[in-house]
């Protein structure tokens, strides 16, 4: 049985214009935070209704910093989506995280310095989102469960350090996050996955390693070019997942799990 759900694809680097409905119409969204990264492409996946977008836009020409995340979601809440599936390429911070494997986050420890990081405040709303869990448990189970179906190996959960970017961190700091016991890090995981909560969508991300960051010796220190060459490398990998989750999740019913986040967002809101 397939129940009302729309889920918005969110691509990140290495995913940023993928071919992945037949029949896309391309939409531009106007949000009250500015414009998102690009058009929004709206297709059927595997059957279902999807729309995707490229985080920093089609031709990857948007920073971290830059991204407009709060328009990313307010854009993808506005077009009907239920869901968020995200990519995110990622160093790795632990030796069995190896370049390739792909990683469902369940944590996040956030360092940026230049982002909004609420959708509360254009108006007289003051709102505490309790952020755990910070992914959508019940998306992510989907994912891992049919990743084991696909014999498709991944880490079952993950801590990912959110730096500002643009720039890779240094060794220096790549240990600190090791001493956390962080798995992985990136730029763009923080805000999005607290927005996406504000905003009533149910949100969860498939990181993949791409690199060992700089912290480990043998191994060539992450650049651009060694993040998009493997991420190309297991990009069949990472497309196969979603092609296949996108059916999983239109299976169940979820009105329990959306409730429960307006629920959350009401509760928290101070001001009234
Ligand atoms: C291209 S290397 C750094 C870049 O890659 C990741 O992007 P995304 O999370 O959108 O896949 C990382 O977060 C940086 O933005
Ligand atoms: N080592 C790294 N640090 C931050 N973002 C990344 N994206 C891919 N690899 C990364």
Request: proline share 4%; charged share 25%.
């Amino acid at each position: 049985m397939k129940y009302n759900v729309k889920i918005g694809i969110i691509g990140g680097s290495g995913l940023d214009n993928p071919d992945l409905f037949k029949d896309a119409t391309e939409q531009k969204v106007i949000t009250p935070y500015g414009e998102p990264s690009d058009l929004l492409l709206s297709g059927k996946l595997n059957g279902i209704d999807c729309v995707l977008l490229a985080r920093h836009g089609r031709n990857h020409s948007i920073s971290p910093t830059n991204v407009n995340y709060r328009a990313n979601i307010w854009a993808l809440k506005h077009l009907g989506c239920t869901h968020i599936i995200a990519s995110s390429a990622t160093g790795s911070l632990k030796e069995e995280i190896k370049p390739g494997d792909l990683v469902i986050l369940d944590s996040f420890i956030d360092l940026t310095k230049k982002r909004e990081l609420t959708m509360f405040n254009k108006d007289d709303k003051v709102i505490h989102i309790p952020v755990e869990p910070a992914f959508c448990s019940t998306t992510r189970n989907i994912i891992i469960e049919t990743a084991q179906s696909l014999g498709i190996h991944v880490h079952q959960t993950g801590t990912a350090v959110v730096i500002e970017g643009p720039r890779f961190s240094t060794k220096a700091e790549s240990n600190l996050y090791r001493s956390w016991n962080a798995d992985l890090v990136n730029m763009t995981l923080a805000p999005e996955v607290v927005l996406a909560k504000e905003a009533g969508l149910l949100y969860a991300t498939i990181a993949m390693a791409t690199d060992y960051d700089c912290w480990r010796e043998a191994t060539e220190k992450v650049n651009v070019a060694n993040v998009v060459k493997v991420f190309q490398e297991n990009v069949k990998k990472i497309t196969k997942l979603f092609i296949e989750v996108v059916p999983k999740i239109a299976e169940k019913n979820w009105d329990v799990e959306i409730d429960e986040l307006n629920n959350l967002i009401q509760e928290s809101v101070q001001s009234k």
